[in-house]
């Protein structure tokens, strides 16, 4: 039930004209259900991930940004070694974040809003500096890095092995693609 208009040189979306029409379903049952028709700005949350028609990330931003705010609040409640903060950085809540990156498009600001605070906290747990370039923290440990998971290029990456992987397979994307 969405549009798309061309506006300012991009297409967007928007709210089609339908009147009083009714979306309907039949249920396993076979009775039909009313469905709820949502503005082409509303985010509704569909297996995890919060979405849009038009493309609207906010509710999934705040989302993962409360998780890692959550998962902060815990790391400092808590009496870690220096060890576990750094493998709780990179294997709990790096990798929370990380899951629905394929399906989304974040831009490198918001990815780096969503994982700050837990980098902020996490690597002086560790006994590392915060403040420490982010070019030496993402960097891989075979050029001298720390690794620290970068979201905007697992969010890249991700989406690359997915398109691979789906181009020889006979899958509804692999027929597209």
């Not at 985010?43 to 409360?66: A, D, H, T, V, Y």
């Not at 902060?72 to 990156?101: D, F």
């Not at 560790?126 to 890095?145: C, E, F």
């Not at 979201?151 to 020889?168: V, W």
Request: glycine share 6%.
């Amino acid at each position: 039930m969405v549009e798309y208009v061309w506006k300012h040189g991009k297409w967007i979306a928007a709210d089609a004209e339908l009147g009083e029409f009714d979306l309907v379903a039949r249920a396993a049952d076979g009775e039909f259900i009313s469905r709820t028709r949502l503005n082409c700005d509303d985010e509704s949350e569909m297996l995890g991930l919060w979405m849009s028609p038009s493309g609207q990330n906010k509710k999934m931003i705040n989302s993962l940004r409360l998780a890692a705010v959550n998962w902060v609040a815990n790391l400092c409640i808590g009496r870690s070694s220096q060890a576990e903060a750094w493998t709780a950085l990179n294997t709990t809540i790096s990798r929370k974040l990380m899951y629905p990156l394929s399906a989304l498009t974040l831009t490198e600001k918001e990815c780096t809003t969503i994982i700050s605070p837990a980098i902020h906290v996490a690597l002086p747990k560790a006994g590392i500096s915060s403040s420490i370039s982010s070019i030496v923290r993402h960097a891989p440990t075979q050029s001298l890095g720390l690794a620290v998971p970068n979201l905007y290029t697992a969010m890249g990456t991700a989406r690359t092995s997915l398109l691979i992987e789906h181009c020889g397979q006979q899958t509804p994307t692999g027929k597209l693609l």
